[in-house]
């Protein structure tokens, strides 16, 4: 089936270790895309785990080949291993046969390897797209930016998830100064929950 996933769909998977072989967050508004991948990057492997079976690599000095070779290595210790490729938009993938690499990896992705790859700011290669969006073992997730019009709402969703309530005014105060950086909103909450 093809997977395409929500923000909040995923969360809840993921509390229920729940995870597939390959994530792809991509778009333009890179907040969802940082919350998503830190979460595995916090949650999946135990402590002990992460010391032999995480890897955090960053598209501009990556290669797919190495990308794809760590995915098919076995874990050293428990049952899964984590790779997060941060910044996948900055890696080479136009060459045809760096494409290729990856793309017949996600055809048939190792079961004991979660790889997460994140891909700000634009879409990705239509090649992978479809790839992971055909692909039982991937989940495809794309983070857009959002319009002023439905910011307050986000704005008083975020607050209400974190315990606290905020008034439609101050909602819209926030939009203003902040417009629609969600991360910067996000921080500035933050900061109002600690001084309250």
């Known amino acids: ?29 890179p907040f969802y895309i940082d919350e998503l991948s830190d979460y ?14 995480l890897a955090v690599l960053y598209g501009r000095d990556s ?5 794809v070779n760590y995915c098919k290595q076995f874990p050293m210790v428990g049952e899964k291993q984590l790779l997060v490729l941060r910044e996948a938009q900055d890696m080479e993938l136009k ?5 290729n ?3 017949s990896y996600i055809n048939h992705p190792q079961p004991s390897s979660i790889l997460v790859i994140c891909y700000k700011y634009k879409a990705p290669p239509a090649k992978l797209l ?34 606290y309530s905020i008034s439609e005014k ?19 909450l933050g900061k109002l929950y600690i001084n309250h």
Do not use: C, R
């Open 170 to 188: 101050a909602a819209h105060m926030l939009v203003e100064f902040l417009g629609t950086n969600l991360e910067k909103i996000n921080n500035e």
């Open 63 to 67: 290669a797919a080949a190495s990308v």
């Open 130 to 163: 479809k790839a992971i969006v055909g692909s039982a073992q991937a989940i495809a997730l794309e983070s857009k930016k959002k319009y002023d019009s439905e910011m307050p709402v986000w704005i008083s969703t975020q607050v209400k998830n974190s315990g």
């Open 40 to 53: 595995l990057t916090e949650n999946v492997l135990t402590a002990v785990e992460k010391e032999f079976n």
């Open 95 to 99: 060459k045809e046969e760096n494409l």
């Open 101 to 103: 690499i990856l793309l």
């Open 1 to 29: 089936p093809a997977m395409t996933s929500t923000y909040f769909q995923l969360i809840k998977d993921f509390h229920k270790k729940v995870f597939a072989n390959i994530y792809l967050f991509y778009g333009e508004e």
